[in-house]
């Protein structure tokens, strides 16, 4: 796995070894980019369930501010640190050693701002992505500006979302997974 554009461009990540975590692949990930990276540059960028952290080290390649990498595997985050280091991109980012859902209701207690993305991906088929998002629906982690991305095996079911006070924008399929782009109304 490497950095795909960028200031980090092709830099080798490390990823963690095992089976516990599913590392986008670079298709995959350059897909993703090119269609959000008109809204990347100076943007805050959180990555949940950030596995070696190449979501987020992409954000921040190519042109985010900050990147929040939430991560609660110690391999993980071991790869997250080591990948931080090796792109010299420790200033501008933040690891938080907690689940993602402790973790959004830790960042609302500490006041933090909207991020413009919010990018997840959780372990398939476990409706961990629907645990984040009731945790963030009353949150100030989210405002009308923000995107947040879910990446979802083909097979998950997305009608909860609405009920939670979001809307689809849209879903990217893939041979394998999807991405989908979900919105807070209004």
């Not at 516990?20 to 897909?31: C, L, S």
């Not at 501010?65 to 090796?86: D, G, H, M, P, W």
């Not at 991906?121 to 984040?132: A, I, Q, R, S, T």
């Not at 997305?158 to 109304?185: A, W």
Request: hydrophobic share 35%.
């Amino acid at each position: 796995m490497r950095v795909i554009a960028g200031k980090a461009r092709r830099i080798q990540l490390v990823t963690p070894e095992g089976l516990n975590t599913r590392p986008t692949t670079d298709r995959i990930k350059e897909t993703l980019f090119n269609m959000i990276n008109s809204e990347l540059y100076d943007c805050r960028f959180l990555d949940l369930f950030s596995g070696s952290g190449g979501i987020g080290i992409e954000a921040l390649s190519r042109g985010a501010a900050f990147c929040t990498f939430v991560e609660n595997n110690s391999s993980a985050l071991s790869c997250i640190r080591q990948n931080l280091k090796k792109t010299k991109m420790e200033e501008q980012s933040r690891i938080i050693n907690m689940d993602a859902v402790q973790a959004v209701k830790t960042m609302q207690v500490k006041g933090e701002r909207p991020y413009d993305f919010i990018f997840m991906d959780p372990p398939y088929n476990h409706l961990y992505e629907k645990d984040v998002l009731t945790a963030l629906k009353n949150t100030d982690l989210v405002d009308e500006y923000t995107t947040i991305i879910i990446e979802a095996s083909l097979e998950t079911q997305t009608e909860y979302i609405e009920e939670l006070g979001f809307y689809i924008d849209k879903i990217k399929t893939y041979k394998t997974n999807k991405h989908i782009f979900v919105s807070k109304k209004s």
